[in-house]
């Protein structure tokens, strides 16, 4: 069984920053792709940005700037550095993770932190 666990979220002023983290844990071969996604209330979940066992990675349109992916692999962990952070950006935040383990591969999502954005 795989399990990813966040945490980092919270409250913050617009304008500040908030690191989450999503490890891992498990009977892991490899973790290919890692991402991260968003749901607000009302809307549909969005990816937020996602990045490949490399390190190469990929951003919506509106965090380019703002946030950065990076991944730990030793630790089988996946961070978002959020910086500039609007109240637009208040949602649940969910990791995912495309894992190989000894009997099959499967995406696995997080339970989601909240990160809320306000004054």
């Known amino acids: 069984q795989v399990q990813l666990v966040e945490s980092g979220g919270g409250l913050v002023q617009p304008g500040g920053s908030l690191r989450l983290s999503c490890a891992a844990s498990?009977?892991?071969?490899?973790?290919?792709?890692m991402g991260w996604y968003r749901q607000a209330p009302g809307k549909e979940r969005e990816l937020v940005a996602d990045?490949?066992?490399?390190?190469?990675?990929n951003y919506a349109d509106f965090v380019k700037g703002r946030f950065t992916i990076s991944r730990d692999n030793a630790k089988n962990t996946v961070y978002l550095q959020m910086n500039s952070l609007k109240p637009e950006d208040t949602a649940v935040y969910y990791c995912?993770?495309?894992?190989?383990?000894?009997?099959?591969?499967?995406?696995?999502w997080g339970q989601g932190t909240q990160v809320t954005v306000s004054s």
């Open positions: 995912t993770a495309d894992v190989r383990t000894i009997h099959y591969r499967a995406d696995y």
């Open positions: 990045i490949t066992s490399g390190g190469s990675t």
């Open positions: 498990g009977s892991i071969l490899r973790i290919n792709d």
